[in-house]
C-alpha cells in the first residue's frame, strides 16, 4: 500500500473532499469555508496524502515565525495504523523546517491514547493540560511540543 502513496499540497479543488473526510471524523468539523479560506493563507501548509485518488489523510500546520500550532491531523478510517499520519507529519516536519520552524505544538484529546503515542514516537513531549477544551464530548486537550 505504502509505495502507491502520494504526499502533496492541498489543491483547491480538494478542499471539498478534505472538508467531507473532517466532517466523517470529527465531532466538532471545520467547515469547507474553513479549508476553502485557509488555502489562500500562505501561513498555513495542508498537505493530503492519496492512494488512487482517495484522500486518505491530511494534516494542517499554522506557521508563525519559528513557533508553528499543529491545527489538524485526520486518517480516514481505513487507513488507521498503517504509517499515513506518520508519513503525513513527516513531511509536515520537513515542510516546516523549510520555513524556519523551530518549534511544533498541537493539542490532543486526552483520551485519544493511540494519537500521543504516535506524537511522542515522533519526538513530542507532553507540556500542558487545557480543561475542558473539546466539545462534543467535552474533554480536556494534552499540549504538546516538540523542538527541532
Given at each position: 500500500m505504502k509505495e502507491t502513496w502520494e504526499t502533496r499540497h492541498m489543491k483547491e479543488?480538494?478542499?471539498?473532499?478534505?472538508?467531507?473526510?473532517?466532517?466523517?471524523?470529527?465531532?466538532?468539523?471545520w467547515s469547507l469555508d474553513a479549508f476553502q479560506k485557509i488555502y489562500f493563507d500562505k501561513?498555513?501548509?495542508?498537505?493530503?496524502?492519496e492512494k488512487e485518488e482517495m484522500i486518505l489523510g491530511y494534516c494542517?500546520?499554522?506557521?508563525?515565525?519559528?513557533q508553528a500550532d499543529i491545527t489538524?491531523?485526520?486518517?480516514?478510517?481505513?487507513?488507521?495504523?498503517k504509517g499515513v499520519?506518520?508519513?503525513?507529519?513527516?513531511?509536515?516536519?520537513?515542510?516546516?523546517?523549510a520555513r524556519a520552524v523551530e518549534e511544533y505544538f498541537l493539542e490532543?484529546?486526552?483520551?485519544?491514547t493511540a494519537a500521543?503515542?504516535?506524537y511522542k514516537?515522533?519526538?513530542?513531549?507532553?507540556?500542558?493540560t487545557r480543561k475542558n477544551y473539546y466539545e462534543k464530548p467535552r474533554e480536556n486537550a494534552v499540549l504538546m511540543r516538540r523542538a527541532q
Amino acid at each position: 500500500m505504502k509505495e502507491t502513496w502520494e504526499t502533496r499540497h492541498m489543491k483547491e479543488e480538494d478542499a471539498v473532499r478534505v472538508a467531507a473526510l473532517e466532517a466523517e471524523n470529527f465531532s466538532d468539523p471545520w467547515s469547507l469555508d474553513a479549508f476553502q479560506k485557509i488555502y489562500f493563507d500562505k501561513n498555513y501548509i495542508v498537505l493530503i496524502l492519496e492512494k488512487e485518488e482517495m484522500i486518505l489523510g491530511y494534516c494542517v500546520l499554522l506557521c508563525a515565525g519559528t513557533q508553528a500550532d499543529i491545527t489538524n491531523v485526520c486518517t480516514a478510517a481505513q487507513a488507521r495504523r498503517k504509517g499515513v499520519a506518520t508519513a503525513l507529519l513527516t513531511a509536515l516536519f520537513e515542510e516546516g523546517n523549510a520555513r524556519a520552524v523551530e518549534e511544533y505544538f498541537l493539542e490532543v484529546r486526552e483520551g485519544n491514547t493511540a494519537a500521543r503515542t504516535l506524537y511522542k514516537k515522533l519526538g513530542f513531549e507532553e507540556i500542558g493540560t487545557r480543561k475542558n477544551y473539546y466539545e462534543k464530548p467535552r474533554e480536556n486537550a494534552v499540549l504538546m511540543r516538540r523542538a527541532q
